[in-house]
């Protein structure tokens, strides 16, 4: 099968690598579409020292088991659903566990994948197979909800207009709170405020310590130390940013100001695929391109040199319309 391998910090397209093998309940998917990431961005600067096939946002058909013949999507942390954390219902944190596309486990810029059937979820007929691909990180913007109490009103930030972080600021505006996004490319400020969501230029910041909730999308290692000059004390911070880079900054400011920081990462499919089902979510103005799975390489260095949005990949040459 074909694939885009990171090696090093060299990504590759392979176009002959040996097909996966699945193990007892596991299913092989064969992917129609995948979409290029910050993760995989900061994959190929060293973040976690991956090797192996990249990809974890992905929509696929499942060649086996209880789903065989449906598009599905699927959840990236494969876990041992024995250990104590897992049975403390923390599976996302299995010490044993691997990750699609960046722990231990190949990914989706593959012809094929293999995922635990646990671990998949089939697509409603509504979703376009594009927009479908949008499911993994659309929850973990839904993630958000599950950590922090969120009140009707309640005054937040979200740092970085990206991919996520529009994302973040659709699910967190729908569920009542007061979105601000701060963000450095115009363009990109545009469609949140064609969707009703407040933005400012980071060179003109909203007011130092007002929100009660920051979250930091900013793919950035200073993200963290912006953060905490905008949270109000008692305030919660919210980390969707891994990076390659260290965060060093001094943190007597977390305890004086008695700051909550939350870690967020995967989040829930249920409501994804719901919202998705019901057009809630904004995504077609945030699909910068759509390119071959050959083109992959080539479509990583522009993503990680170039204020992009989304870059699908059409792995299947197949996908449909955006309408």
Request: glycine residues 10%; aromatic residues 4%.
């Amino acid at each position: 099968m074909r694939v885009v391998q990171l090696l090093g910090r060299q990504v590759t397209f392979v176009p002959a690598y040996t097909d996966p093998l699945p193990a007892v309940g596991e299913v092989v998917v064969r992917v129609l579409a995948a979409g290029i990431c910050e993760t995989d961005l900061q994959l190929a600067k060293g973040y976690m020292g991956f090797c192996g096939v990249l990809g974890h946002e992905f929509v696929g058909i499942a060649e086996t088991g209880q789903y065989a013949g449906q598009r599905v999507v699927g959840e990236i942390n494969c876990s041992c659903h024995t250990c104590p954390i897992c049975l403390r219902g923390l599976a996302n944190h299995c010490p044993h566990r691997t990750v699609l596309g960046i722990l231990g486990r190949n990914g989706a810029f593959a012809d094929q994948l293999i995922l635990p059937e646990r671990n998949l979820h089939p697509v409603p007929d509504s979703v376009p197979t594009w927009a479908a691909v949008f499911t993994e990180p659309l929850a973990a913007a839904f993630r958000i909800g599950e950590q922090v109490s969120l009140a009707p009103g309640l005054p937040t930030v979200i740092l970085g207009d990206g991919r996520l972080g529009n994302l973040c600021a659709q699910v967190l505006k729908s569920q009542g709170c007061q979105v601000t996004v701060v963000g450095k490319h115009h363009r990109k400020m545009s469609l949140l405020e064609r969707l009703g969501i407040s933005t400012c230029a980071v060179s003109n910041p909203p007011p130092r310590a007002n929100a009660a909730l920051v979250v930091d999308c900013t793919g950035s290692a200073s993200g963290l130390a912006t953060a905490l000059t905008l949270v109000q004390p008692g305030g919660t911070v919210v980390l969707k940013t891994t990076i390659a880079a260290e965060h060093k900054l001094p943190l007597a400011p977390v305890v004086i100001d008695e700051v909550r920081i939350v870690g967020s990462r995967c989040g829930p499919f249920a409501p994804a695929l719901a919202a998705l089902a019901q057009g809630a979510i904004e995504l077609a103005p945030l699909v910068e391109a759509t390119v071959s799975l050959e083109e992959t390489p080539a479509a990583i260095t522009r993503a990680a040199n170039s204020p992009t949005l989304k870059i699908l990949i059409d792995v299947a040459g197949e996908l449909d319309s955006m309408g």
